[in-house]
């Protein structure tokens, strides 16, 4: 934790993310472009293989004074300047030829844009490594609880029964495809930016293919057909990736956070000394990471949006909107950092408890099998009437306060089709659970297959 942090950054974000992206590390990735440009042009017969060891050794970032180099880039329009400007005066102070070729033919941009390539990759595989673990432990749970029958609830309302198992395979299988989406837009995003002033590498003359290529190899990126300075899509999957995310993140997050109300107590998070707990209230054992992962889910909508907005740049090279990206892009990584992390550990740890689901079921008085009741009748009556009959025997079944079984069976109606045996067999929320086995059994061999 650095002097000048926020109390709740490791709440929210991720220490380690947040490093990635800090001052030295771009400073650093950017000395990384700048040595392995030198490298490639050297291969390549544009610049003598004599400056490529000076420049190499002065590209350290712990060589540097960062402040000094933030205070220029404020005058400066951007980091770049000063950085070439300083790591050029290092490299003039042990070899003057040498110091000649220090950014040669390359713009601002290309080191810039590269940098922050190399740290998405440096950072970026946390994220995925997040998932996974929400991945596994939402299938472990779907496994574990595939036959605990508890209520189903639409519009948070009880609906008709499902199986916990069936709530955690539905987790486990957003996040694979979650997981698998920031995979695929992370590596797509992995790309050389070297273009030069306008994006015809006109400075290297015949030889710029020749020189993006092998800077590419060196830097572990893929080529550009051509350079992406004013066409920002790539970068803009990667955000809308994230953005899902954390979304989907907090979603299980949300489901987590209502299962854990008092009167609900169906799961809840790990009960850990000091974690949870309220400044007043001794009792309480709030849900801090579904707390974590929503606040994620909320922060990641508006930076989606601004990467979006951004997109629309000018010609060759943008005005304002390639700025937008400097700060976006790696706080949308934090936060969505620090959602996914919240959720696997909330998902690690949870306790449920089945018999309070089994005791919620009843809550109703049998409500929640109504559909099945309507189905069956629907087969001697029709759809319309035997629906009319059983929501009549439900609205009875509320204003009187009695159990739904005993106004079925009153009704001359259901009583004529629907026998008392055959009644209770259908208000048994056991006996309503569709296909979900099946359901659970798809999801889990999917995992299994991608493990």
Not at 282 to 290: G, L
């Amino acid at each position: 934790m650095t002097a000048d942090s926020r109390l709740h950054d490791r709440l929210l974000g991720d220490p380690d993310i947040r490093e990635r992206f800090g001052g030295r590390a771009q400073l650093q990735a950017m000395l990384d472009v700048e040595a392995a440009l030198a490298e490639a042009e050297a291969a390549a017969g544009v610049v003598p293989t004599s400056c490529v060891a000076p420049i190499r050794a002065a590209a350290n970032a712990d060589l540097y004074d960062r402040t000094q180099i933030a205070d220029e880039a404020a005058g400066a329009g951007n980091a770049v300047i000063p950085v070439v400007r300083h790591l050029t005066a290092r490299v003039a102070a042990a070899d003057p030829d040498a110091a000649r070729y220090v950014h040669w033919g390359a713009t601002s941009q290309d080191i810039l844009d590269t940098g922050l390539v190399l740290q998405l990759r440096a950072a970026a595989p946390a994220i995925s490594g997040h998932l996974r673990r929400a991945e596994r432990a939402a299938a472990g749970l779907a496994r574990r609880y595939a036959d605990a029958t508890m209520a189903g609830r639409t519009w948070l309302q009880q609906a008709t029964p499902i199986t916990f198992g069936l709530k955690a395979a539905g987790w486990t299988d957003a996040l694979g495809r979650t997981r698998r989406e920031v995979e695929t837009a992370v590596d797509r995003a992995l790309v050389l930016q070297l273009g030069g002033a306008a994006g015809t590498l006109a400075a290297l003359g015949a030889r710029g293919l020749a020189v993006t290529d092998a800077l590419a190899a060196r830097l572990g990126l893929q080529p550009a057909a051509t350079p992406w300075h004013a066409h920002r899509d790539r970068f803009v999957h990667l955000g809308c990736a994230l953005g899902v995310a954390a979304g989907a993140a907090g979603k299980i997050a949300r489901d987590v956070s209502l299962l854990a109300q008092t009167e609900v107590g169906e799961v809840a998070e790990r009960a850990v000394r000091g974690r949870g707990g309220s400044s007043t209230m001794p009792q309480k054992r709030n849900p801090v990471s579904a707390s974590v992962a929503l606040a994620a889910a909320g922060r990641t909508p508006g930076l989606v949006a601004a990467l979006l907005g951004a997109m629309v740049q000018e010609h060759e090279r943008g005005l304002g909107g390639w700025q937008v990206e400097w700060d976006v892009l790696p706080e949308l990584v934090l936060v969505t950092a620090g959602g996914t992390r919240a959720t696997a550990e909330a998902l690690e740890t949870l306790s449920v408890d089945t018999g309070r689901m089994r005791a919620n079921l009843a809550a109703t008085g049998g409500g929640l099998l109504a559909e099945a009741v309507a189905m069956a009748l629907a087969e001697a009556v029709g759809k319309h009437e035997a629906h009319a009959c059983v929501a009549a025997a439900c609205r009875r079944a509320a204003e009187e306060e009695r159990p739904l079984a005993n106004l079925l069976a009153e009704d001359t109606t259901v009583s004529h089709h629907l026998d008392h045996a055959r009644i209770e067999e259908l208000l048994s929320p056991d006996n309503y659970l569709g296909v979900s086995r099946r359901f659970i059994e798809r999801v889990l061999d999917q995992v299994d297959d991608d493990a």
